[in-house]
């Protein structure tokens, strides 16, 4: 079982370019999420999708962009990078519809680096 | 902003002693979580603790949840080798514009030395 699987693992980019970070879930979950983990600053989310066919704006969404291509995968789209999105980010996802968010299921992460 | 905020931020102990790390946060939870995060890896859920819950148990996890205090601690007993990792709390809040959104803390980093 897969689980939540998230491509590439590592990246470098140069400032100005763009690139679509891609998340799957083979749990049949309606919600999903991105996440960004800085150090000293914990996970602060950029965008999460309730269901399929919806998606919201999180804490830290600007520069960002984000497409529910269907129920399994949830895209996230830096249209041109900045050495200020250097970060590791984290695709997770959940069984819950929103308002009754539960436990988040989280792939391995994939960390980029804008230069 | 962060809602949960882990305290210590860093945790050293000797195997077998227990660990015990904290939580705060700001405004009324649905639930709070737990979570691990092994050295470059994705995040683990540990257990969950709903609003109206003040303990729960997984095996050598402990979960205390004070709403009045808005805090939460989760102990490790018997800790292994094994446990050293991130620790993260994140919380659900109940209402308001953030409902439903799970908000994580700094985290705790945990070693426990051989």
């Known amino acids: 079982n897969a689980g939540v699987t998230q491509t590439p693992k590592f990246q470098v980019l140069k400032t100005g370019q763009s690139m679509t970070l891609q998340c799957a879930q083979d749990m049949n979950h309606n919600s999903m999420y991105w996440y960004r983990q800085d150090p000293g600053m914990g996970l602060r989310l950029i965008y999460y999708?309730?269901?399929?066919?919806?998606?919201d704006k999180g804490e830290v969404p600007n520069g960002y962009n984000v497409s529910r291509l269907n129920k399994r995968e949830f895209s996230l789209r830096l249209e041109s990078a900045a050495p200020s999105q250097t970060s590791v980010y984290f695709c997770?996802?959940?069984?819950?519809?929103?308002?009754?968010?539960?436990?988040?299921?989280f792939g391995e992460g994939s960390r980029l680096t804008v230069l | 902003s962060q809602q949960g905020e882990e305290d210590p931020q860093a945790l050293s102990i000797q195997e077998g002693e227990n660990a015990t790390m904290n939580c705060s946060y700001k405004?009324?939870?649905?639930?709070l979580q737990w979570y691990r995060q092994n050295s470059g890896r994705g995040l683990v859920h540990l257990i969950l603790i709903r609003s109206n819950e003040r303990e729960k148990h997984s095996g050598r996890l402990r979960v205390t949840l004070d709403t009045s205090k808005k805090s939460s601690s989760l102990l490790i007993t018997a800790s292994r080798a094994a446990d050293t990792a991130s620790y993260f709390c994140?919380?659900?809040?109940?209402?308001?514009?953030?409902?439903?959104?799970?908000?994580f803390g700094q985290g705790t980093i945990l070693t426990v030395h051989p």
């Open positions: 997770a996802s959940s069984p819950a519809l929103q308002g009754a968010t539960g436990e988040l299921f």
């Open positions: 994140a919380t659900v809040n109940a209402g308001g514009t953030s409902y439903g959104k799970l908000t």
């Open positions: 405004t009324s939870i649905n639930n």
């Open positions: 999708s309730a269901s399929e066919g919806t998606t």
